[in-house]
């Protein structure tokens, strides 16, 4: 039995069976649908795997067409739309029991110097080291193993904000969430496995601050939960392996889909990454 962040690593390490065509595995796990980070990454390497390894990824956009099954595998479809002389575009459609669940557009950028450069300043917070890990503290807190834990476990997350249990402590709490992640161990050198573990990594917390102002992060959920888009654009070279922080906001929700955009920066302050997802958000058939 290999450890959690080889299983993401194998679950990233795709079969070619034709030379535009990949096959993914998907796990059998308890979860209703399969995890969209796991088909984004898996797709997103299908593409790179099309492209010269000297351009790297500068941004994807996908959607999630459908629900996945767990347990059954997933064939990816590249289109090689474009080999320009600085950038490369490649579409990705993802096919699950001759249906399509998953779209993707990635488009990959030959290094270049920068005419001028800014970012904004990474948030004040507190170091990874003095914060504790999420699955042990709500393990601790819940008496159990916590639901969804299946796509967390190849990375330990640690919210830097205390964790809100009860529907009175969230009176008045802003629309905003931020994490430390990174992998539960080393991952392989390859820049393109660096970031598709950081895209499958990417959607696992974002639509958090979408739900803070109205229900606990953990507990029952009176909300059933699908993203619904997805996109990234990556500025500068990270590893997954090392400690990021993923600030999350969220600036709307109305007509049951709530927007939320994430910014990832490394331990040196640097930004690396910007996310944008959409999520929609149904009441639970009980509530």
Known sequence: MGSPVDHLVDLLDLEQIELNIFRGRSPE????RTFGGQVAGQALVAAGRTVDSERPVHSLHAYFLRPGVPGVP????????????????????????????????????RPEPAAFEHQIAMPDVPDPDDLPSALEEVSARIGERPP????????????VERL???????VGVEPRSGVWLRTNGR??????????????ASDMT??????LPVEPLWGPRH????????????????????WLLYQQESPVAT????????????????????VMQEGLFRPVADD
């Open 29 to 32: 796990e308890s979860l209703q």
């Open 74 to 109: 997933i064939v990816y479809q590249v289109d090689r739309i474009r080999d320009g002389r600085s950038f490369t575009t490649r579409r990705v459609l993802g096919i699950q029991q001759g249906r399509s669940i998953f779209a993707l557009t990635a488009d990959f950028h």
């Open 148 to 159: 969804f834990i299946s796509p967390r476990q190849p990375f330990d997350i640690r919210y």
């Open 164 to 170: 809100r249990w009860t529907k009175e402590e969230l």
């Open 187 to 200: 991952l392989p050198d390859d820049p393109l496995i660096q970031v598709c573990a950081l895209t499958y």
């Open 206 to 211: 974002l639509l958090d601050s979408v739900r």
């Open 223 to 242: 909300f059933d939960t699908a993203s619904l888009d997805h996109a990234m654009w990556f500025h500068r070279p990270f590893r997954a392996d090392e």
């Open 255 to 274: 007509g049951a889909r709530g927007l939320a955009r994430g910014q990832i920066f490394d331990r040196q302050g640097r930004l690396v990454v910007s």
